[in-house]
């Protein structure tokens, strides 16, 4: 879940695609890149780091133009080195960049065809290359004065060729720019309008956010298999580009990875939340009608909105009991699990005089690999609470996911083979709670009814692109483990158009 935009507008974009990119930083803390369009040209600054630290006011002044696209990284595929930062880059056909929300499933297969028939070369191990290659593959086939038609015509062969989960933002040098989501929907992409001089600016990016802070008007979302492009004169064209398009959002941007003033798919994520929290108030209640509980207690930040709805639900003193460091970002998408552990305990502090001869209710949105509950039951007791109750405001994590949420393993995931009392062992909880999948995804259909089916994978094993199966995974698991996840390859990989770093004099 890497964060992507794009903006073509009447007055430069750099500082505007700085911003959103900012808002959506909670999608990425690895790497940021952003790539401008001016006078024939693309101007390109990436690098690892969060934005306020890969762009500084020099790399600003470079990235000239009125046409730009922007990513921020967690890294699905490949390792986390600069190099697989992006936005991509190719020099044929007219010159293409591109940057990628989500993660092929078939990259393998099509980095062998990208060699060995289309004769093309990747240098890195990033999927997103790969998907670009095969965009400008498919273009470079449409040949001379190419109309939005051709653009989409090409489209239509990237869905063909490839599978899993992508939401793509791309400029065409001197054409325009253009985005496509996957035919399942799979990852996010919205875009909307402002007034220009002379025409209208357009941004296109993961989430609403991103258009709030730029002052951008959400037209709405791109339907799955849809493209938009967006012409140099501002103007829209969209087609779909699939014959039997079905959306399938990932649940798990409802649960844990948007902002929650976030509108994915028509649908609030606040509002989804809330009614998760509401839903596992209903189980508990259920479960245990004469429960002990003095407080809901949640483990900020993502779970505070479903935590305070099922306090209020249970008629329950609701308490901020942690305090979260604010210089300290996410900790479920850091890249090693070292990190992450020691993260934790920077990340959050209890305040001792909520815990004390209580009994706590914690509350998170998810439990993956259990790195946080177990370090925050522990704090609880610390702080001398007497009785600690776990609730997870989503069911059990216990698949990999392979869509562009990095959990590729099925061993690393602390619900995966255990029944929840079993996890609620391991993670030294007195009693545990778990969302129900069919209360989850009524939550998320309350808010917008139109939402028929969601990918659940991480909950159900259920992979919507069909494509698969147990050697898949056990594959994956091989390739994909901590060391090759971490590992930077030298610099030679950089290849393509120069990547300003700090060295660069003005
Ligand atoms: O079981 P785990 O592997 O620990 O993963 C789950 C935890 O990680 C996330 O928090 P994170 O700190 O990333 O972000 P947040 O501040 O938005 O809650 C999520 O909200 C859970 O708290
Ligand atoms: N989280 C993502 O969307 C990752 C995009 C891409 N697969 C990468 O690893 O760079
Ligand atoms: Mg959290």
Redesign the pocket.
Known sequence: ????VGLMANQAVNQALYDALTVLQH??QD?AGMMTWHEGHFLLRKSNGLVRDVFHTRHMARLKGNLGIG?I??????SSSEA???PFYVNSPYGISLA?????TNSDQLKQELFSSDLRHINTS???EVLLNVFAHELGKQGHDLEPDDIFDAVRRVHRRCRG???AVAMINGFGMLAFRDPHGI?PVVFGTREGAAHQDVMIASESVALDVGGFELCRDLAPGEAIFVDMQGNIHTRSCVDRPRLTPCIFEYVYLARPDSILDGAYVYGTRLEMGRKLGDRLQAQWPDHDIDVVIPIPDTSRTSALELAQHLGVTYREGFIKNRYIGRTFIMPGQTQRRKSVRQKLNAIGSEFAGKNVLLVDDSIVRGTTCKQIIQMARDAGANKVYFASAAPPVRYPNVY???MPTANELIAHGRSEAEVGELIGADRIFYQDIEDMKEACRKINPAIEAFDCSVFDGHYVTGDIDGAYLTQLEASRNEASRTQHVGDHALVGVHNQDDDDQD
């Open positions: 879940m890497c964060g992507i999608r990425g790497a990513h990284r967690y890294p699905t595929a490949g697989e930062s992006q990628h929300n989500g993660n092929l990033s999927d997103s989960g992508y939401a990852r562009g949420i990095d």
